[in-house]
């Protein structure tokens, strides 16, 4: 079975520090994707990746970043977290490039908290 | 008016009840629809597709309807092992998984 492992399950950070949030995938998926869960928003794409270097921006990019060095991990980063950035993040993937009934897979999410 | 709009709940049944969630959707030439199930303090996970044709699934049915806009889960004989939130998710004209967008969610509890 897929599996997408999210580095922390629960982190706590200071407004103004960077952070780093990584997540590996073990399926030779191409695409992955962060998103943001929020109460009462559902889950909103910060930024999404269909190669390794690849990135593109999803609907709220703004203060975040990504990295795909490699085909298997995908980076988010927080150049300077703000208290309105504390909520769960969920790293996904997919294997068909393009397609639309292609299933995601979900990692377990962060719950990141900016004091 | 959101993109894609679901009734929060909580839908509270007991056990072997039937229940059905709807979701609206706001672009009229949405391609593709699915519903997600996400446990409590879990990830989401693809409980199934729907077809314009409408498909099953066990217990679960699914069926959209283009004309009001609108897709629904039925699940038949709930089980307490049913109860989660239930996202509605949709692909709006372009396609492309950057382009899905999630409802907020469905909770449903299913109680003895």
Same mark, same amino acid.
């Given at each position: 079975?897929?599996?997408?492992?999210?580095?922390?399950?629960?982190?706590?950070?200071?407004?103004?520090?960077?952070?780093?949030?990584?997540?590996?995938?073990?399926?030779?998926?191409? /695409?992955?994707?962060?998103?943001?869960?929020?109460?009462?928003?559902?889950?909103?794409?910060?930024?999404?990746?269909?190669?390794?270097?690849?990135?593109?921006?999803?609907?709220?990019?703004?203060?975040?970043?990504?990295?795909?060095?490699?085909?298997?991990?995908?980076?988010?980063?927080?150049?300077? !977290?703000?208290?309105?950035?504390?909520?769960?993040?969920?790293?996904?993937?997919?294997?068909?490039?393009?397609?639309?009934?292609?299933?995601?897979?979900?990692?377990?999410?962060?719950?990141?908290?900016?004091? | 008016?959101?993109?894609?709009?679901?009734?929060?709940?909580?839908?509270?049944?007991?056990?072997?009840?039937?229940?059905?969630?709807?979701?609206?959707?706001?672009?009229?030439?949405?391609?593709?629809?699915?519903?997600?199930?996400?446990?409590?303090?879990?990830?989401?996970?693809?409980?199934?597709?729907?077809?314009?044709?409408? /498909?099953?699934?066990?217990?679960?049915?699914?069926?959209? /309807?283009?004309?009001?806009?609108?897709?629904?889960?039925?699940?038949?004989?709930?089980?307490?092992?049913?109860?989660?939130?239930?996202?509605?998710?949709?692909?709006?004209?372009?396609?492309?998984? /950057?382009?899905?967008?999630?409802? !907020?969610?469905?909770?449903?509890?299913?109680?003895?």
């Amino acid at each position: 079975d897929v599996k997408v492992t999210q580095s922390s399950r629960y982190l706590v950070k200071r407004t103004g520090e960077k952070v780093f949030l990584e997540c590996v995938q073990d399926m030779d998926h191409e /695409n992955m994707f962060w998103y943001r869960q929020d109460p009462g928003l559902g889950l909103r794409l910060i930024y999404f990746s269909y190669d390794v270097k690849m990135k593109e921006k999803g609907d709220i990019p703004e203060g975040y970043s990504v990295s795909r060095e490699k085909k298997e991990r995908f980076s988010l980063i927080l150049e300077s !977290a703000s208290t309105n950035q504390t909520s769960m993040y969920l790293c996904a993937s997919s294997f068909l490039a393009g397609a639309t009934n292609e299933k995601l897979f979900f990692g377990s999410g962060t719950q990141l908290s900016v004091l | 008016r959101k993109e894609v709009e679901q009734d929060p709940g909580p839908f509270n049944v007991p056990e072997g009840a039937t229940v059905a969630f709807n979701c609206t959707y706001s672009n009229s030439a949405s391609q593709s629809f699915f519903w997600y199930r996400q446990d409590c303090r879990k990830e989401p996970k693809l409980l199934m597709s729907v077809y314009s044709s409408g /498909n099953e699934d066990g217990r679960f049915t699914a069926q959209l /309807n283009r004309a009001s806009q609108y897709i629904s889960l039925l699940i038949r004989d709930s089980k307490l092992s049913d109860s989660a939130t239930y996202l509605c998710v949709v692909n709006p004209p372009g396609g492309g998984y /950057n382009k899905l967008i999630f409802g !907020a969610g469905t909770r449903l509890a299913v109680h003895p």
